[in-house]
């Protein structure tokens, strides 16, 4: 009967210095990296803040302790660990200690979160809705009509799907162009940009992108991938230029249009050339695909940098994970040409080898934009009608995490930063 006492009494001490939950985000630790930011921003969505440990355990979370919260890891299959008040105040004044590259930040508040993305795609067409929707974290769909309606105000993050902002349909005409798909494709965009006052789907897509870039200056967040990234900068350096040719919008383009681009514009690149073959599946010289021969894939990976985490917390937060050598992974556009890359942007991820930069960074005006190169992390060479990813075959990819890095990134305290 004591011996029971003692242990009941032993479980009720615990239990009430057990009042953090740690989110471990390392290799060794954590079973669902992807399904713990899905808990993260749960968490957020009650009201209660977060801590996010920069460089501890591979960018660990610290949490208020909760039975509703243990639950939903359980659930969800997350690992967790619990602490008492000393032992997380212990691991805090470690994180502080001048000498270690980590920094605690706090999350206060769940984003608001918009994809840019138009009717009829599934969540798989797009790797961020596609872990978004497997890590629980919700989403709310927009396009065209609600970007120029400046609905954006109401989100804390948009990120483009991966469409064509020249209004060149994606280059997809030398292949496909007899494909009913793209037909269809073609016939809806002329459609939609008629119902909204445009004669051409390009100057449509054009005020799409002057729209999106006002977002960001305006102090939103934007997050991109594959041909998003360089087709939205294409489009606001030919803000005044008509740089497609009569298949995609029914005139001629503009003579010695290269010379007309102004990139000053435009968010990370800059001199640039344009491709003017209308059949070829290219936008420019941004892109590094055509770029990267003699690269197998058994070695093609990416290292991401390493920045200050007192100093420079927000690219810190950006490049969180397990690992600093990430899985390199193809699209139409798969990386970006190093030498074109705006100096005032950050370069998070690189293959060096190769002179590319494949995720990078940067502040437009009050807001923040991320590009990330290629489409899908975890299928390398992606092709139109391939089957979708299976993410539960991959609940600990560190391609992935980047992204959700990025969906988290709003949720921070706002201070002065150095970037």
Not at 315 to 333: D, E, I, R, Y
Request: contains cysteine; negative net charge.
């Amino acid at each position: 009967m004591k011996k029971l006492l003692f242990v009941l009494v032993l479980l009720i001490s615990t239990n009430a210095l057990a009042s953090n939950i740690l989110i471990p985000m390392d290799a060794e630790s954590q079973k669902n990296h992807l399904k713990a930011y899905g808990i993260t921003y749960w968490v957020l969505t009650k009201q209660q803040k977060v801590q996010w440990l920069l460089n501890y355990r591979g960018g660990s979370f610290l949490l208020p302790d909760g039975d509703n919260i243990r639950k939903e890891c359980q659930i969800r299959g997350v690992s967790f660990e619990i602490l008492s008040d000393g032992q997380a105040q212990n691991i805090l004044d470690e994180i502080a200690s001048p000498a270690r590259n980590q920094e605690a930040v706090i999350l206060e508040k769940a984003p608001k979160i918009a994809v840019y993305s138009p009717d009829g795609n599934q969540p798989w067409d797009d790797a961020v809705t596609m872990v978004l929707t497997y890590a629980e974290i919700p989403y709310e769909t927009v396009y065209d009509k609600e970007v120029l309606n400046d609905d954006l105000a109401i989100y804390d993050w948009l990120h483009l799907h991966h469409e064509d902002f020249t209004g060149q349909y994606g280059k997809f005409y030398g292949a496909y162009r007899a494909a009913p798909w793209y037909i269809e494709g073609k016939k809806n965009a002329e459609k939609l940009a008629r119902e909204l006052g445009y004669s051409k789907v390009s100057e449509e897509k054009r005020a799409v992108a002057l729209k999106i870039r006002n977002y960001v200056i305006g102090g939103g967040f934007m997050f991109a991938m594959c041909s998003a990234t360089d087709s939205f900068d294409i489009a606001l350096a030919a803000e005044e230029v008509d740089i497609c040719e009569p298949m995609f919008d029914g005139d001629p383009s503009d003579a010695n249009y290269q010379r007309k681009l102004d990139y000053s514009n435009t968010f990370a690149f800059t001199d640039f050339t344009l491709e003017r073959n209308p059949v070829k599946y290219e936008f420019s010289s941004i892109d590094m695909t055509s770029k990267r021969s003699g690269i197998a894939k058994e070695s093609d990976y990416f290292s991401l940098m390493d920045f200050s985490a007192k100093w420079d917390p927000v690219p810190t937060m950006l490049c969180q994970n397990h690992t600093s050598l990430v899985k390199a992974f193809m699209g139409q556009t798969t990386a970006f040409t190093r030498e074109e890359v705006k100096p005032t942007v950050l370069v998070l991820g690189e293959n060096k080898l190769n002179s590319e930069a494949r995720y990078i960074h940067g502040i437009k005006g009050k807001g923040f934009f991320t590009f990330y190169g290629g489409h899908d992390p975890e299928d390398y060479q992606h092709r139109v009608g391939d089957p979708k990813t299976e993410l539960e075959l991959h609940p600990t990819s560190p391609g992935y995490r980047l992204i959700l890095n990025n969906v988290l990134f709003p949720a921070a305290r706002k201070k002065k930063q150095k970037t």
